[in-house]
């Protein structure tokens, strides 16, 4: 992979959405976005990283550029009695309105009245890269200059597969701004370089895994590519099925043995094998031993606790007399 340190402008570089195989969601909610803002409105921290970049095909450009006009568009004709929108930065709030942004727009994107075509697509900082505009909106109401370049890194990646292997590590290993990658974010992730061919090691170096969830991963993802109908991966995303509970090696079971479409619908209705629930904590068996006024009852949770079931002996001698005595009151 070929790679150098550039200074691009601005207005040469697009995020596609779709080129972000890390997440799914680039923002849990308003505040998490809010708190990139802050820590970008001071200017491109060397701490938050230097943009990977690469060249776009013509296709490309002209995919970004139809986005981008759409964006000025919906911009330009928004209404101008619309609320503004309220950020919370540095403890207080910042109003913009979508006059304001469409001026700083216009200011990075737009010379001699035409739309600046991007020449990069960026492969890293995508969070990042999505507030821009509304970081440099914050700027100029705040007198500064917006910010008109990065320090990026142009690379020519030899697959896209190594596009977006990039794409993970930067998500896994950056902390100022980061939102950590949740076990569905890494599913999808992982569905997107299988499709491409990786193999398990390659996961495990992508993600930076240790080699049981690599294999988890890389299992769920087989076992997701033979039966396309039961969606295995989409629902883990949609968080119809809980990633957490699917056992490895179940899971390599149903695979070696080329378990059907019924078979596999029933294991991931129950992957953990449909597990009974939960015992009694034993703060409340020992609550129950001590203060329950039914004494048989007390004595049976004393015999649990104390792993002594000869406590129960004074009782089971008369089992026929006791039971009667239970069947009556339960029976009403």
């Excluded at 340190?5 to 909610?29: E, K, M, Y």
């Excluded at 919370?88 to 737009?110: C, N, P």
């Amino acid at each position: 992979m070929v790679e150098k340190i550039v200074t691009a402008a601005l207005s040469n570089i697009f995020w596609f959405g779709r080129d972000n195989v890390a997440r799914q969601d680039l923002f849990r909610n308003e505040n998490d976005e809010h708190t990139l803002i802050s820590l970008l409105v001071p200017g491109w921290d060397g701490q938050l990283g230097r943009p990977a970049i690469t060249l776009m095909s013509d296709t490309e450009r002209a995919e970004a550029s139809a986005f981008l006009t759409t964006r000025w568009e919906s911009l330009k004709s928004a209404d101008i009695s619309e609320e503004p929108e309220k950020i919370k930065i540095d403890g207080g709030i910042v109003s913009i309105t979508a006059l304001e942004m469409r001026q700083v727009f216009e200011s990075v994107h737009v010379k001699n009245g035409k739309l600046i075509v991007p020449k990069y697509k960026g492969a890293t900082c995508f969070r990042r890269g999505s507030t821009l505009l509304k970081v440099n909106t914050i700027r100029a109401k705040q007198k500064q200059s917006t910010i008109d370049e990065l320090p990026c890194v142009e690379k020519e990646y030899a697959t896209p597969m190594d596009q977006f292997v990039d794409n993970i590590r930067e998500n896994q290993l950056k902390t100022a701004g980061a939102r950590k990658m949740s076990s569905s974010d890494s599913v999808g992730a992982a569905k997107r370089l299988f499709q491409m061919g990786a193999t398990e090691s390659k996961l495990g170096r992508a993600f930076g895994f240790h080699r049981g969830m690599a294999q988890k991963c890389h299992r769920l993802c087989q076992l997701d590519a033979k039966h396309p109908d039961l969606k295995i991966v989409d629902r883990i995303l949609s968080k119809d099925l809980d990633f957490k509970v699917f056992d490895k090696e179940k899971v390599k079971g149903l695979l070696d043995k080329g378990a059907p479409d019924n078979e596999v619908a029933d294991f991931i209705a129950k992957p953990n094998g449909g597990n009974k629930p939960r015992i009694m904590a034993r703060t409340e068996i020992e609550a129950l031993a001590e203060q329950c006024p039914v004494e048989i009852i007390k004595l049976a949770y004393q015999a649990i606790l104390k792993n002594d079931a000869t406590i129960l002996q004074v009782v089971t001698a008369k089992a026929p007399a006791i039971n009667k005595a239970v069947a009556e009151v339960t029976n009403g």
